[in-house]
């Protein structure tokens, strides 16, 4: 229990201070998530709409391999990645290993297949009937496709809300292609995850408990600004 | 949704039965939980002994947790390890000397070396010395890959740079904060030095575009000891863990081990 009471302690102590390596820990954090889950989105939605709505052989077996996604072990991600990114990887000429870039491409093939696998099952369980109905109103196949997006606009933000929680929180695949690096006491590669398994390795149990709270107070922050704007702003957006 | 939910019971069912079987197996002078640093297991050292200690000692079922010399530590202190093998002298006397452990007795010992780039842009090779050849390394700005981890090589690194008379930083100075075979990696895939025990580097060397280029200076020496955690859950467990590996049948196989697939041996016994 007083680990816990210290561990608390610490937080509010580095939450307070914050001081620049905190810092900067959070917003590579953020922005390595952040990016990733905006391409998981730009591909995993227009992907799940299509598994969701439209009708093909083989469309079981791809939408079997997108939810296998789902169990897709980070550490493997990061494996496969630092394999094709290696200096002797056939992608090694890019340099792009140990930078946020490799972090971020990892953190897409983490994310994506649950925007896909969420959107899927979302448009999936809306009735055929509304869109079939919307054609026989005189809708174009955009309107009909956007209506059943509407529709599932609740589903659809849980799939985003899902994937930037699968990314934020993994460890496996940032500490593999990013490093946990840090140079001349400014942060490289480091996020708030990999610089937990640091504070646990060196016996710091305080302080990577308090960079755990932090992580789910950052997490839950995100959530609701996201769960907040679907029935705001994006809402909104979404509903003219 | 019910065959699913079938399967799923089914799957959960094997696994409980499987933890089931290995449950049974425990022998009758219990499990003993081992702490030991990543560098120490990335040496394949424990591939060996491990086994050689469970055929001496059959009523022990030995529990490996590889963790970084500061959480070794730690879960000595917190009585959840019941031995500690570790290289960190300075910590492990303090440890010793708070009551945390009955004991430290000395196992054996190997060496660090100073690897880079084979081209060896900073000249390190020449030197006549390890910090000799880290304050070239320094000078040249060639990228320099830390531990950081406050783990023993972390330690020994920072001793190297002291006896160098520098407060290594810089853009040149990175630190992964990780084990010794993630920080090889990376100092290999950017082309950088570092300081690494010769058994981990050894073990990885296929793997990795580095060389060896200081060694054999007295300072680069790794002293490993093995330390009974005072009011331990196997304390006997313990007790007989370090009066095993200091035996000499356990400091033969120590001084036998790496001839075979490295052409030398990894590490020195030097138990007393």
Same mark, same amino acid.
């Given at each position: 229990?007083?680990?816990?009471?210290?561990?608390?302690? !610490?937080?509010?102590?580095?939450?307070?201070?914050?001081?620049?390596? #905190?810092?900067?820990?959070?917003?590579?954090?953020?922005? =390595?998530?952040?990016?990733?889950?905006?391409?998981?989105?730009?591909?995993?939605?227009?992907?799940?709409?299509?598994?969701?709505?439209?009708?093909? $052989?083989?469309?079981?077996?791809?939408?079997?391999?997108?939810?296998?996604?789902?169990?897709?072990?980070?550490?493997?991600?990061?494996?496969?990645?630092?394999? /094709?990114?290696?200096?002797?990887?056939?992608?090694?000429?890019?340099?792009?290993?140990?930078?946020?870039?490799?972090?971020?491409?990892?953190?897409?093939?983490?994310?994506?297949?649950? =925007?896909?696998?969420?959107?899927?099952?979302?448009?999936?369980?809306?009735?055929?009937?509304?869109?079939?109905?919307?054609?026989?109103?005189?809708?174009?196949? #955009?309107?009909?496709?956007?209506?059943?997006?509407? !529709?599932? $606009? =609740?589903?659809? /933000?849980?799939?985003?809300?899902?994937?930037?929680?699968?990314? #934020?929180?993994?460890?496996?695949?940032? /500490?593999?292609?990013?490093?946990? #690096?840090?140079?001349?006491?400014?942060?490289e590669t480091r996020t708030m995850t990999t610089a937990i398994v640091q504070e646990t390795g060196m016996g710091h149990y305080?302080?990577?408990?308090?960079?755990? /709270?932090?992580?789910?107070?950052?997490?839950?922050?995100?959530?609701?600004?996201?769960?907040?704007?679907?029935?705001?702003?994006?809402?909104?957006?979404?509903?003219? | 949704?019910?065959?699913?939910?079938?399967? +799923?019971?089914?799957?959960?069912?094997?696994?409980?039965?499987?933890?089931? &079987?290995?449950?049974?197996?425990?022998?009758?002078?219990?499990?003993?939980?081992?702490?030991?640093?990543?560098?120490?297991?990335?040496?394949?050292?424990?591939?060996?002994?491990?086994?050689?200690?469970?055929?001496?000692?059959?009523?022990?079922?030995?529990?490996?947790?590889?963790?970084?010399?500061?959480?070794?530590?730690?879960?000595?202190?917190?009585?959840?390890?019941?031995?500690?093998?570790?290289?960190?002298?300075?910590?492990?006397?303090?440890?010793?000397?708070?009551?945390?452990?009955?004991?430290?007795?000395?196992?054996?010992? *190997? &060496?660090?070396?100073?690897?880079?780039?084979?081209?060896?842009?900073?000249?390190? %090779?020449?030197?006549?010395?390890?910090?000799?050849?880290?304050? &070239?390394?320094?000078?040249?700005?060639?990228?320099?890959?830390?531990?950081?981890?406050?783990?023993?090589?972390?330690?020994?690194?920072?001793?190297?740079?002291?006896?160098?008379?520098?407060?290594?930083?810089?853009?040149?100075?990175?630190?992964?904060?990780?084990?010794?075979?993630?920080?090889?990696?990376?100092?290999? %895939?950017?082309?950088?030095?570092?300081?690494?025990?010769?058994?981990?580097?050894? *073990?990885? %060397?296929?793997?990795? &575009?580095?060389?060896?280029?200081?060694?054999?200076?007295? +300072?680069?020496? @790794?002293?490993?000891?093995?330390?009974?955690?005072?009011?331990?859950? @196997?304390?006997?467990?313990?007790?007989?863990?370090?009066?095993?590996?200091?035996?000499?049948?356990?400091? %033969?196989?120590?001084?036998?081990?790496?001839?075979?697939?490295?052409?030398?041996? +990894?590490?020195?016994? @030097?138990?007393?």
């Amino acid at each position: 229990m007083e680990l816990f009471l210290d561990s608390l302690l !610490e937080g509010i102590n580095l939450l307070v201070a914050l001081d620049r390596y #905190i810092l900067e820990v959070i917003l590579l954090s953020l922005r =390595v998530s952040g990016t990733a889950v905006l391409i998981a989105v730009v591909i995993g939605l227009p992907l799940g709409l299509w598994l969701g709505l439209a009708r093909f $052989r083989g469309r079981g077996v791809l939408a079997a391999l997108v939810n296998t996604g789902l169990g897709l072990p980070p550490v493997v991600v990061g494996l496969v990645v630092y394999m /094709m990114l290696s200096r002797r990887g056939p992608l090694g000429f890019l340099e792009l290993l140990y930078t946020p870039g490799a972090m971020t491409g990892a953190q897409v093939l983490i994310a994506g297949p649950y =925007v896909t696998a969420i959107t899927m099952a979302a448009v999936g369980s809306i009735p055929r009937d509304l869109r079939q109905q919307a054609l026989g109103l005189g809708a174009s196949r #955009i309107q009909a496709l956007w209506l059943v997006v509407r !529709e599932a $606009r =609740v589903s659809i /933000m849980a799939a985003v809300v899902a994937g930037f929680g699968a990314a #934020i929180s993994e460890v496996g695949a940032v /500490m593999m292609v990013g490093g946990n #690096i840090a140079t001349a006491g400014s942060n490289e590669t480091r996020t708030m995850t990999t610089a937990i398994v640091q504070e646990t390795g060196m016996g710091h149990y305080e302080r990577a408990l308090a960079l755990g /709270m932090i992580l789910l107070l950052i997490a839950f922050a995100v959530n609701v600004f996201l769960t907040r704007n679907q029935e705001g702003v994006g809402g909104r957006w979404l509903k003219s | 949704m019910f065959v699913s939910l079938m399967v +799923l019971g089914l799957v959960a069912a094997l696994g409980v039965r499987c933890g089931g &079987d290995e449950d049974r197996e425990a022998g009758s002078g219990g499990e003993l939980i081992l702490a030991s640093t990543t560098s120490t297991r990335d040496s394949g050292l424990f591939d060996l002994l491990l086994p050689a200690f469970s055929e001496a000692n059959p009523e022990y079922r030995v529990k490996l947790v590889a963790v970084g010399t500061g959480e070794a530590l730690r879960l000595g202190e917190r009585k959840d390890a019941d031995a500690l093998l570790v290289h960190a002298p300075e910590a492990e006397r303090e440890f010793v000397s708070n009551g945390y452990g009955t004991e430290r007795r000395k196992v054996m010992y *190997n &060496d660090f070396v100073v690897v880079g780039p084979g081209d060896d842009p900073a000249g390190a %090779e020449l030197s006549s010395s390890a910090p000799a050849a880290f304050t &070239d390394i320094a000078e040249s700005g060639a990228p320099f890959y830390s531990r950081g981890d406050d783990s023993g090589t972390h330690k020994k690194e920072l001793a190297v740079w002291e006896e160098a008379g520098m407060d290594p930083g810089g853009a040149w100075y990175s630190e992964t904060g990780q084990g010794m075979g993630s920080t090889l990696r990376v100092t290999s %895939e950017k082309q950088g030095y570092t300081l690494t025990d010769r058994a981990t580097f050894l *073990n990885l %060397e296929a793997n990795l &575009d580095l060389t060896v280029l200081v060694e054999g200076d007295p +300072l680069l020496f @790794n002293q490993y000891g093995v330390i009974p955690v005072a009011g331990a859950h @196997n304390q006997e467990g313990a007790q007989a863990f370090a009066a095993w590996i200091t035996s000499g049948a356990a400091q %033969e196989l120590i001084a036998d081990y790496g001839e075979e697939e490295f052409g030398r041996a +990894l590490f020195v016994p @030097n138990a007393q």
